[in-house]
């Protein structure tokens, strides 16, 4: 069974900068498609950002595009989000998930596995 545990969350103050961890286990990530996504309470999960098998293709949500870099180790079975000159409006609980699709997708419904999450909380 595949499981997925965030860390890193926080207060941070706005401008700051966060980086976010997802240890998996169960399974290689060398073959998945992992993203990050994130939800405000209330609302629906958004995606922000997905990175191929290899590491090497990534998509990014316009929201966080030139702040937000998502990168993976496979020797470690880790993905990150680096998140820098965070806002206010990012704050949310992120949650890391996996994907057996072939290539990059950002529909929630696409992906398999999911983390139980980690909350950022960003002050003005």
């Known amino acids: 069974q595949v499981q997925l545990v965030e860390s890193g969350g926080g207060l941070v103050q706005a401008g700051g900068s966060l980086r976010l961890s997802c240890a998996v286990s169960?399974?290689?990530?060398?073959?998945?498609?992992m993203g990050w996504f994130r939800q405000v309470a209330g609302k629906e999960r958004d995606f922000v950002a997905s990175?191929?098998?290899?590491?090497?293709?990534?998509r990014y949500a316009d929201s966080v595009k030139g702040r937000f870099t998502i990168s993976k180790d496979n020797a470690k079975n880790t993905v990150y989000l680096q998140i820098n000159s965070l806002k206010p409006d990012d704050t949310a609980v992120y949650y890391c998930?996996?994907?057996?699709?072939?290539?990059?997708?950002?529909?929630?419904?696409?992906?398999?596995?999911w983390g139980q999450g980690t909350p950022v909380t960003v002050s003005s």
């Open positions: 998930a996996a994907s057996r699709a072939i290539g990059i997708v950002t529909n929630t419904q696409m992906y398999d596995y």
């Open positions: 990175i191929s098998w290899t590491g090497g293709t990534t």
């Open positions: 169960g399974r290689t990530i060398s073959t998945y498609i």
